[in-house]
């Protein structure tokens, strides 16, 4: 009766509970969907097949990521050439010249690779150590994962203001937030594209964001974490000048007669060179002068006395 009941339809609760760490998979489970010229030189990296190689637990990759990367851009900085491209053959599509791949997309296909689990997935886009860790969990989603669960994996996550600097060579720092509400709208990141979302989904994220993060709202929160980043970038600078400014201040209060910084250097030259003029101006200085020459003047003739006798 029982074995009946549970070969109808009944669910062992361990087989459920294990069935639901599983993650479902989107779109091409060989290329992970990725552009296949990047994928290609991913496969062919020496750094993917020697050094990856040897990584075989999602912990020791974990470990990988927190110690190589540095940034999000699928080529590293100044490999690729895509001058003189057009059309599809343009930078934006990824299909052009390739370059050397960056170590951030080797991890990321590496993870690929291990088939991670719903309790692993969570711990890379919640771990604590770096961001970048975080950020290759999130793009695994965004890459991997149907389109139609993108909203539930990102919703919690799209006001994280955690920094990270995205470029290769560095030189443009995002906070999180900003990073999944961009990968949420948008195709193009860097030099590739990341897969498409269906018209129905595309517009009902659309109209979640809008009615979460209204235009005025967003431009707002930008501008103003832009202002308070600037703020604390500047804040050293405007101590050392405020320092400056009282220390000046207290000097000028401290001096009875203030002087002008070019006068009191003239006045200093002044002092250092009058002993030298008093001398020069010395009449016994020129007397000495005058006799010293009347005196050679009469070596050089008795010398040239001499020396007519002589002869």
């Known amino acids: 009766m029982d074995q009946r009941n549970y070969n109808s339809g009944?669910?062992?609760p361990t087989v459920a509970k294990k069935q639901s760490n599983v993650l479902p998979l989107y779109g091409n489970e060989r290329s992970m969907n990725l552009n296949p010229l990047i994928l290609t030189n991913i496969q062919s990296s020496h750094y993917f097949k020697v050094n990856l190689y040897e990584l075989k637990t999602y912990h020791e990759v974990v470990d990988e990521i927190y110690y190589k990367v540095?940034?999000?851009?699928?080529?590293?900085?100044?490999?690729?050439?895509?001058?003189?491209?057009?059309g599809m053959c343009g930078g934006v599509r990824g299909v052009g010249a390739g370059g050397i791949?960056?170590?951030a997309y080797c991890l990321l296909y590496k993870l690929f690779t291990l088939k991670l689990t719903r309790k692993q997935l969570n711990g890379l886009i919640t771990h604590c150590d770096s961001p970048y860790i975080r950020a290759l969990g999130f793009m695994y989603i965004r890459y991997v994962l149907p389109p139609s669960n993108l909203l539930e994996w990102y919703e919690d996550y799209l006001?994280?203001?955690?920094?990270?600097?995205?470029?290769?060579?560095?030189?443009?720092?995002?906070?999180m937030g900003q990073i999944l509400r961009q990968w949420l709208v948008k195709l193009e990141w860097f030099s590739?594209?990341?897969?498409?979302?269906?018209?129905?989904?595309q517009q009902k994220i659309q109209k979640y964001l809008e009615e979460r993060f209204p235009p005025q709202a967003v431009q707002a929160?930008?501008?103003?974490?832009?202002?308070?980043?600037?703020?604390?970038?500047?804040?050293?600078?405007?101590?050392?000048?405020?320092?400056?400014?009282?220390?000046?201040?207290r000097d000028r209060r401290d001096d009875p007669a203030p002087i002008n910084r070019r006068d009191r250097n003239r006045e200093e030259h002044e002092r250092r060179d009058r002993p030298h003029r008093e001398r020069s101006r010395s009449p016994n200085r020129n007397k000495h002068r005058h006799h010293n020459r009347d005196r050679d003047g009469k070596h050089r003739e008795e010398r040239f006395r001499g020396g007519k006798g002589r002869y």
């Open 221 to 249: 929160a930008q501008e103003r974490a832009r202002d308070d980043r600037r703020f604390e970038r500047e804040r050293p600078v405007r101590e050392d000048l405020r320092n400056n400014f009282l220390r000046d201040d």
């Open 10 to 12: 009944d669910e062992d």
């Open 159 to 175: 006001e994280d203001e955690e920094e990270l600097d995205v470029k290769a060579g560095g030189g443009q720092t995002m906070v």
């Open 101 to 103: 791949v960056s170590t």
């Open 70 to 86: 540095s940034h999000l851009e699928p080529w590293e900085k100044g490999s690729r050439r895509t001058s003189g491209q057009t």
């Open 192 to 201: 590739t594209l990341f897969p498409r979302i269906p018209v129905p989904i």
